[in-house]
């Protein structure tokens, strides 16, 4: 299989998932060039954390009209594996292949710390790996991670299952201390309908070895590369 | 805009003494223009010419250990790591913009250092910054530093560098004048590193990046006064940072060096076009002729004088290798950045500047510059009267508090000793995916990808000690910071170092810059530790206030680890631990954050500092740790052995743990508790390897004690300290934050 990592002018972690991929992984990847409406034969495209076009305005709303989210979108509609990012997962929303959008933090202020999430569900490839009620220690940055929608919308993502992670404590416990940035129901990332785009936060790719304190992130990794193998059986 | 007369008044206004103009008039055999003026006035300030420090600063070791580059010929110091590889690291000020505009001043403080660094084709993998700000209590001081914070965190965060460490201090004497002392860390392949140089004849000389406009306009000679009434009408001498730029801007130059396309290339900072034209030319033994024409501007109107000051962001001057001109340009295409043409090498040593055909500017690169004809002054000194009377001090005068767990508590909460993490976690210290150990330890440690290697940093000095004992405090900055990575399990390799002091004029002033040289430059002697550059601000007087800032001669201390798993935390980790502290505790309370914060006193001599006792400390910590029987380390500071001792138990939030220590105290209780003796750790070791560590800390000759255990949830200190961890981590955790979120 095969994963492309998306560079937008101002993608600061895109090195960081490439690496991740190519050298903890050990799977194939190549960078794709925001420029060029190519995705190089991709399986799974992420779209990685940083400040895409500066993001001077409001954060992915340029990015979504780039060549290269052209391809993604059409990309995901034929049901093309996504992963947005942090950055990533606010340009999928801009792009509308997300429902939501992105608040400022509630304390208005950018944060950079390791916190825990819950893994909602495994009905899907991102995290079929992993156990229900998992708890996950990833990092988070960002100044804009507060996730929103209308209640009647986070209802419908809840019945088609399409939360797939919430901030919760170390026990996971989902409580409001343990919200950093005041994410609609400790929302840390959700999916769309069909279960084939993703969105998160957290930076699973900073995860990925002891060194850098946690390998929980590796284990998304893992369970999108099985989900393929899985596949290629079939 | 007609050009005014140039007169020895209107050299005299541009900051030049009248001798200094007479010079300009020598050398140049006539009366400059106005253009020619302002070259001069901006090279020739305190801040591009270092002309009241250069001779003293030439004292300090700037050769030896790994050292590529001496200190003061590229814009940062390299040294070789091993493995091929070379670490280029430079901290630098950006103090007086900050007092103005505190936003746009630390976030370009932050830009200018990481060109340095990568203007040398070293990808930045680490930020670092020493900051002093007013008591949190002034609302400006909170201003000052929320807007400082928020500069830093937003510039590094968009560039993609992470934060990893530093320090801040907060004393009333930097409420009007703060210190924002920015570091950047570069890796590089030792030879490939880029000289910032033009030579070869006919070669193309290229302005890249942002356009020039009228900001940042005299910004050097802006940072070569004191701050007064006058300084806010200075705010359009701060620069604008703009950091998106900036990443393609690095990518970009980056790329053109991976190609071999270049000769040389310079960041444009202080004095912007002027200094990096002169600067690139005096060091190729060559000189160079642009037409400023050419130059991308960003108003209308503009004359000569002003694009030759800009001091606009995210600029560099590339000197291109002939016939290589038309690949250069597409890489800049590419990264969206213009990248124009706007003269050549040449081999007449003169810069000269024309503007539409017609030559507006032509002076003598050597001249200008530092190392060249710039001015060199060696100012009087005097030693200041006030050291006798503040030396001058009984440690048994302090009354001994009666309830010590509340002191404990008070210290804690002190901002200058509280946890930071309201600052770090406002920066990204992890993308680049290297960091290891994070703020808020005693040293951020990053591995180098594709070696064993890893790299730890530190920033230290205490402001105060360097107010009451320059020579020593300055040894003990360099100390400190040396003995932070030894206990993150680096050997320390080299120094750079950002000197923040008043105005140079002024005979004490001088005499404590000189003092503080002298002591920096034994220690790093001793501890084999190469300056490899740096930066000097004076003039860190406010005349509002009618005070200078403490002389803060601050090191950023580069340490190596030859394992990334020699590395180290300072908090325990297992119950049942054992608990030694490495060194003695004197009596020391002078000049100590206790007597300070819990009895309203400055006071006292600074603790006694013996380098070899220091050296031998420091190498009997590393080897405990190298042999992986250490579990913690703690360098012992501000606070001393009771402050050292709640951090060790609350570091790490996540897993909190208490402990229970007996010691013998041969000194009144408050007094051991909280003296600042120097050269003191504080290690856990699992107690299995007792008969180890103290077969080799016997060996080496060095005083140590086993002092208790990692037991609990609660901080146990014979019958004098008894406190629930809970009640430690509301003190030091949260009185930053509550400071200011509850107010700003």
């Known amino acids: 299989m095969k994963f492309g990592v998306v560079t937008f002018p101002g993608s600061n972690c895109d090195y960081d998932t490439y690496a991740a991929v190519r050298h903890i992984l050990s799977e194939e990847v190549e960078f794709l060039w925001h420029l060029d409406a190519d995705l190089k034969g991709s399986d799974v495209v992420i779209l990685p954390g940083g400040f895409s076009y500066g993001d001077y305005l409001r954060t992915g709303a340029i990015a979504r009209f780039s060549p290269i989210v052209k391809e993604v979108i059409k990309f995901a509609r034929e049901g093309g594996t996504v992963w947005g990012i942090c950055n990533g997962f606010q340009i999928l929303l801009e792009a509308g292949l997300l429902p939501g959008a992105m608040l400022r933090n509630k304390g208005l202020r950018f944060i950079c710390r390791y916190v825990n999430i819950r893994v909602e569900s495994v009905g899907n490839r991102l995290t079929a790996g992993l156990n229900q009620g998992q708890v996950l220690r990833i990092p988070i940055a960002h100044s804009d991670g507060n996730y929103y929608d209308y209640p009647e919308k986070i209802e419908k993502l809840k019945e088609n299952d399409q939360i797939v992670f919430r901030y919760c404590d170390s026990e996971g416990n989902i409580t409001a201390e343990s919200n950093p940035n005041g994410s609609f129901d400790n929302i840390a990332g959700i999916c769309n309908r069909d279960k084939n785009v993703f969105g998160m936060m957290p930076h699973p790719e900073r995860a990925v070895e002891n060194v850098l304190n946690s390998t929980d992130g590796l284990k998304l990794f893992e369970s999108i590369r099985a989900y393929y193998s899985r596949r290629a059986v079939v | ?744």
Not at chain 2, 94 to 110: K, L, M, R
Not at chain 2, 206 to 218: C, E, L, P, Q, Y
Not at chain 2, 627 to 645: F, N, R, T, Y
């Open chain 2, 1 to 744: 805009m007609k050009e005014p007369e140039v007169n020895l008044e209107l050299g005299l206004q541009h900051g030049l003494s009248e001798e200094e103009y007479n010079r300009m008039v020598e050398i140049l055999g006539r009366v400059p223009n106005y253009t020619e003026l302002g070259i001069f006035s901006v090279m020739w300030s305190e801040h591009c010419s270092y002309k009241n420090s250069i001779a003293v600063l030439k004292t300090l070791p700037r050769e030896g250990g790994a050292l590529l580059t001496k200190a003061g010929e590229e814009n940062a110091g390299a040294v070789d790591i091993g493995d091929g590889l070379a670490v280029v690291f430079k901290i630098e000020s950006h103090n007086h913009p900050t007092a103005v505009e505190p936003y746009q001043a630390a976030a370009t403080g932050i830009g200018g250092i990481l060109r340095d660094i990568f203007t040398m084709g070293a990808r930045p993998i680490a930020a670092l910054n020493s900051l002093r700000f007013g008591d949190l209590k002034h609302p400006r001081a909170r201003y000052l530093l929320d807007g400082a914070v928020r500069g830093i965190g937003d510039y590094g965060n968009s560039f993609g560098v992470p934060t990893v460490g530093g320090e801040i201090y907060f004393d009333d004497c930097y409420l009007g004048n703060p210190l924002v002392n920015a570091m950047a860390v570069g890796i590089v392949k030792s030879d490939g590193i880029v000289s910032g140089t033009a030579k070869g004849t006919g070669n193309p000389v290229f302005i890249v990046g942002s356009s020039t406009g009228r900001d940042g306009i005299h910004g050097a000679t802006f940072a070569s006064e004191e701050i007064s009434e006058k300084t806010e009408s200075k705010r359009p001498s701060v620069q604008i940072g703009d950091p998106f730029t900036e990443k393609l801007l690095l990518e970009a130059t980056l790329e053109i060096i991976k190609k071999e396309l270049v000769i040389g290339v310079q960041d444009m900072g202080a004095a912007g076009i002027t200094c990096s034209t002169t600067e690139m030319s005096d060091r190729g033994g060559a000189g160079m002729k642009i037409d400023i024409s050419k130059v991308p501007v960003r108003e209308e109107g503009m004359i000569p004088y002003e694009i030759m000051l800009s001091e606009s962001q995210e600029r560099m001057l590339v000197v291109g290798k002939k016939g290589s001109e038309d690949e250069l340009q597409e890489v800049f295409k590419k990264w969206g950045l213009p990248a124009l043409q706007i003269g050549e090498v040449t081999d007449d040593g003169l810069v000269t500047v024309s503007q539409n055909g017609e030559v507006v500017a032509k002076v003598p690169a050597y001249d200008l510059v530092l190392g060249g004809g710039a001015p060199v002054y060696e100012r009087e000194r005097k030693r200041p009267s006030y050291l006798d009377e503040i030396r001058d001090f009984d440690a048994d005068s302090v009354p001994q508090p009666d309830d010590l767990n509340q002191t404990l508590l008070n210290l804690l909460s002190a901002p200058s000793i509280a946890n930071k993490g309201w600052i770090y976690h406002q920066y990204d210290h992890m993308v680049r995916t290297s960091t290891t150990v994070f703020p808020g330890g005693d040293a951020a440690v990053l591995r180098v990808r594709k070696t064993r290697k890893g790299l730890a940093f530190s920033t230290d000095c205490n402001g105060r000690y360097c107010y009451i004992n320059p020579h020593r405090g300055a040894m003990i900055a360099v100390s400190e910071s040396a003995r932070n990575v030894v206990a993150s399990g680096a050997k320390p390799a080299a120094i750079t170092n950002c000197l923040n002091f008043g105005n140079p004029y002024k005979p004490e002033m001088f005499w404590c810059f000189y003092e503080a040289v002298m002591g920096m430059g034994e220690a790093c002697r001793k501890f084999n530790t190469p300056v490899t550059g740096g930066n000097v601000s004076f003039y860190n007087e406010d005349q509002i206030g009618g005070r200078a800032v403490y002389p803060t001669p601050t090191i950023g201390m580069m340490g190596i680890l030859e394992d990334i798993d020699h590395r180290m935390t300072s908090h325990f980790k297992d119950e049942g631990d054992a608990v030694i502290l490495i060194g003695r505790t004197h009596n020391e309370i002078g000049a100590s954050e206790y007597i300070r914060v819990i009895h309203d006193l400055i006071k006292g001599d600074v603790p006694e500092l013996d380098l070899d006792y220091e050296q031998k400390n420091q190498e009997a910590a590393l080897e405990l740790i190298k042999a992986g029987l250490v579990k913690s380390c703690h360098d012992l500071a501000e606070g001393g052995l009771g402050i050292a001792l709640a951090e060790c138990c609350i570091m790490d939030r996540e897993n909190q743990i208490g402990c229970r220590i007996d010691i013998g105290m041969d000194l009144r209780p408050d007094i051991f508790l909280f003296s600042e003796s120097q050269s003191r750790f504080l290690i856990s070791i699992d107690p299995k390897n007792n008969d180890a560590v103290e077969k080799r800390l016997k060996g080496a000759g060095i005083d140590y004690s086993f002092i208790g255990h990692v037991q609990g949830k609660k901080l146990v200190i014979n019958d004098l300290i008894d406190l629930e961890l809970s009640e430690l981590n509301d003190k030091w955790y949260g009185s930053i934050s509550r400071l200011m979120e509850q107010q700003v």
